[in-house]
C-alpha cells in the first residue's frame, strides 16, 4: 500500500485545516487507517483511526471535538478535518494503514506500531 499524506500548512490559532490522506495499492480498500503526529522532540502520537470494514473512528481524547475523520470517501481517500487548532498541535502529520481485513483490534490501532505502512508526513504549523 502507498500512501500520500497532504493538506499541511501554515495556520492561525483558532483556524482549520483539511488533511488529506491518498492510498493506492493491493488491499488499499481494507483494514485500519490511521492518522498520527510527530512534534519536534517528541514521540510520534495517535491522532485518530477509522477502521474500514465496519467505519468506527476512534480519536485520541485530547482531540475529540477538534479533529474529526469525515466518513464518506473514505475508503479511497482519508481526511483529517482539524479545528479550533492551537500552537501545542504542531507537528509533522503522518497517515498510516494496516490491510487487515477486519482492522485491527481496539487497543491495537492506537499503537503505531501495528501499522506496517506509513506515507510521507505533511507539516501543520499553527502559529500567528
Known amino acids: 500500500v502507498q500512501l500520500q499524506a497532504s493538506g499541511g500548512g501554515l495556520v492561525q490559532p483558532g483556524g482549520s485545516l483539511r488533511l488529506s490522506c491518498s492510498a493506492s495499492g493491493r488491499s488499499s480498500s481494507t483494514g485500519t487507517r490511521g492518522w498520527f503526529r510527530q512534534a519536534p522532540g517528541k514521540e510520534r502520537e495517535f491522532v485518530a483511526a477509522i477502521r474500514l470494514n465496519d467505519g468506527s473512528i476512534y480519536y485520541e481524547d485530547s482531540m475529540k471535538g477538534r479533529f474529526t475523520i469525515p466518513r464518506d470517501n473514505a475508503n479511497s481517500t482519508m481526511y483529517l478535518q482539524m479545528n479550533s487548532l492551537k500552537p501545542e498541535d504542531t507537528a509533522v502529520y503522518y497517515c498510516?494503514?494496516?490491510?487487515?481485513?477486519?482492522?485491527?483490534?481496539?487497543?491495537?490501532?492506537?499503537?503505531?506500531?501495528?501499522?506496517?505502512?506509513w506515507g510521507p508526513g505533511t507539516l501543520v504549523t499553527v502559529s500567528s
Open positions: 498510516a494503514a494496516d490491510t487487515r481485513f477486519y482492522g485491527l483490534s481496539i487497543p491495537s490501532l492506537y499503537d503505531r506500531t501495528q501499522y506496517p505502512y
